[in-house]
């Protein structure tokens, strides 16, 4: 597995058309994302416990759908942090290239959980797809602050 580039080492040689990122960028772009995620969860929580509240039977399967949802964005952020300026297309690989496997995991939860535990679908369900929007709302503030931050570091060289 290929490390990815360390943040730290402004000095360090890089290759035509590679994107840059100053030191510290993606401590602080992981600082505001889980600020962020904590404040679109919160919000996306709240509403799914009040769309669902005659028939959900308490907050777990709020709370479940809820849990799937975070481990994608939670993923996708990871991965979108660690390879933003890495070679070839680990970048892609580590976000987009990953959807399927974060979409059976997500089933596993959903299904596993309505059977081993009688939860109801439509709260689970409606949860998911709550936080998973909200979820989206950071992945791309994460997205454009790499961006930003990698086209902020000063131009290439020629």
């Not at 995620?37 to 709240?46: E, G, H, T, W, Y």
């Not at 679908?121 to 791309?140: D, F, Q, R, T």
């Amino acid at each position: 597995m290929a490390a990815a580039p360390s943040d730290s080492d402004p000095g360090s040689p890089q290759a035509d058309g590679e994107l840059r990122l100053p030191a510290g960028a993606r401590r602080r772009i992981a600082q505001r994302a889980a600020l962020a995620l904590v404040a679109v969860s919160a919000a996306a929580v709240a509403a799914a416990f009040l769309a669902t509240a005659p028939e959900t039977g308490g907050p777990a399967p709020v709370l479940l759908g809820h849990a799937a949802a975070q481990l994608v964005t939670l993923s996708w952020v990871v991965g979108a942090l660690w390879a933003f300026d890495a070679e070839g297309g680990l970048f892609m690989g580590s976000t987009v290239g990953l959807a399927p496997f974060r979409l059976l995991v997500v089933a596993g939860l959903l299904a596993g959980g309505s059977e081993l535990f009688d939860l109801p679908l439509v709260p689970m369900g409606l949860s998911l797809v709550l936080s998973y929007g909200a979820g989206h709302a950071v992945e791309i503030y994460v997205f454009e602050a790499l961006a930003r931050a990698a086209s902020a570091s000063g131009p290439r060289d020629p």
